[in-house]
Each structure stands twice: as structure tokens, then as C-alpha cells.
């Protein structure tokens, strides 16, 4: 799936991943490919995403997710 993660100073990924754990509102939750469509407020936390079975890690303060046809989109701050 694609995964482009924003924040309002830059793009810090754009690409490719093969799961992505977010922190939920009401808890940590995961998406995997072709995952039903979504749109949530994210707290927080971590935000891990796997590229090429390599897990990669980001501290954000607050932000919202959209993921439709396995294209997700995360705006952080």
C-alpha cells in the first residue's frame, strides 16, 4: 500500500509499506493491505511503519489518518 505521512514543515514519507501502526484516540491500531476505508483522529504516540520488513519509528504530538483504496494518507504534528 501507499503511505504518505505530512507534517506542515515537510513531507516525511512518501512510499510504499506494508503495515502501519497508529495511535488511535482510543488505542493503538493497525493497518494491514486492503484494510476497510478509514478516517481517525490520531493522539500521542508512536506511529510504526514497516518498509521492506524493516520497522520504522515516529514520535508525533497529534494528527488524523484517511486510508482509501490502500492509499493512506497521515497528517502529524
Same mark, same amino acid.
Given at each position: 500500500m501507499v503511505l504518505n505521512? /505530512?507534517?506542515p514543515e515537510k513531507v516525511i514519507y512518501k512510499g510504499e509499506a506494508d503495515?502501519? /501502526?497508529l495511535p488511535g484516540i482510543k488505542g493503538a491500531f493497525m493497518i494491514l493491505e486492503r484494510h476497510a476505508p478509514v478516517i481517525s483522529i490520531l493522539s500521542k504516540g508512536h506511529l510504526i511503519y514497516r518498509v521492506?520488513?524493516?520497522n520504522r519509528s515516529l514520535n508525533i504530538e497529534e494528527g488524523f489518518i484517511e486510508k482509501k483504496d490502500n492509499?493512506?494518507?497521515v497528517c502529524v504534528e
Amino acid at each position: 500500500m501507499v503511505l504518505n505521512i /505530512v507534517s506542515p514543515e515537510k513531507v516525511i514519507y512518501k512510499g510504499e509499506a506494508d503495515l502501519v /501502526v497508529l495511535p488511535g484516540i482510543k488505542g493503538a491500531f493497525m493497518i494491514l493491505e486492503r484494510h476497510a476505508p478509514v478516517i481517525s483522529i490520531l493522539s500521542k504516540g508512536h506511529l510504526i511503519y514497516r518498509v521492506s520488513g524493516e520497522n520504522r519509528s515516529l514520535n508525533i504530538e497529534e494528527g488524523f489518518i484517511e486510508k482509501k483504496d490502500n492509499i493512506i494518507i497521515v497528517c502529524v504534528e
